[in-house]
């Protein structure tokens, strides 16, 4: 977000701006809510419920009304359905609580602080379009190249000037890809996870999380994997489980332990195998 967003921000709720320093201040820490998205750390995540995105996205230097393609969305972070956001709405109508959820930047970083990715999970760019904003994710090398380790997807869900800002799903990466099950897929348990992965000696961890989940409700590591292009596939197992599940694969051990990662959302229909 540029500097004349961000004073949009400031201007249009006074008090606002001391919220969202502590935020950046405390490592994406959340400031409370009766919403089940209560912060970037502890925040309620994976959802596949769909929705039409909305008609208010955010483009160059400031916020512009713009019409986004009438498609139906997944909800990935940090909210499940419109019924969440509503709520959020509510509280920072009342008391400016948890203003990160208007910022496509700290959402993204916050989602990749979830999964436990945060050495991965620098800002490198950003850009935003009529379908939503795209925010490149990594860190720099030794040399200070920046390495990409995935590009998030974002849309404005909910109405009204703070529709907030939700993980739809992530770019096709040549490097590595998660593109097995599908986004907002209905899997069983064991369910077979699988992709495209280019490196050499890669080791490929894959971890389930379920909504209000602190840990990893599933795991599997390490999957050998190499080359231009490959296929990679395993199976994970899993318990039975109500609510959506997050699924995401990573691979480090070259530069530092996380240096790219892919994900997708799905229902679950209970533990098997």
Not at 10 to 32: D, E, I, K, S
Not at 199 to 221: F, I, K, M, P
Not at 257 to 269: L, N, R, S, W, Y
Request: hydrophobic content about 35%.
């Amino acid at each position: 977000m540029d500097t004349q967003t961000k004073s949009n921000l400031r201007t249009r709720r006074p008090g606002r701006t001391a919220a969202l320093v502590l935020v950046l201040g405390a490592a994406l820490a959340a400031c409370g809510s009766s919403s089940k998205s209560s912060g970037p750390t502890t925040s309620a995540v994976p959802a596949s419920s769909s929705t039409t995105p909305p008609t208010t996205t955010t483009t160059g230097v400031g916020p512009t009304t713009t019409t986004a393609p009438a498609t139906p969305v997944t909800f990935v972070y940090p909210f499940r359905d419109l019924t969440e956001v509503r709520a959020w709405q509510r509280s920072y109508e009342s008391g400016g609580h948890q203003p990160w959820h208007l910022d496509a930047d700290i959402t993204s970083t916050s989602f990749a602080a979830f999964l436990g990715y945060t050495s991965a999970g620098r800002v490198m760019s950003s850009r935003a379009d009529a379908s939503g904003s795209y925010v490149a994710l990594g860190f720099r090398n030794p040399n200070g190249a920046a390495i990409v380790a995935t590009t998030i997807h974002l849309v404005r869900v909910g109405t009204g000037a703070d529709a907030p800002w939700e993980v739809v799903g992530d770019l096709p990466s040549s490097t590595l890809s998660l593109t097995t099950p599908a986004l907002g897929a209905t899997v069983a348990s064991p369910v077979r996870v699988g992709g495209q992965v280019t490196g050499v000696d890669e080791s490929l961890h894959v971890q389930l999380r379920s909504l209000g989940s602190s840990t990893a409700v599933a795991d599997r590591c390490c999957i050998a994997a190499g080359g231009e292009h490959q296929p990679w596939s395993t199976q994970v197992t899993f318990e039975r489980a109500a609510d959506p599940l997050l699924i995401a694969v990573s691979t480090g051990g070259h530069l530092q332990a996380v240096e790219h990662f892919a994900f997708t959302a799905v229902h679950p229909t209970g533990a098997g195998g």
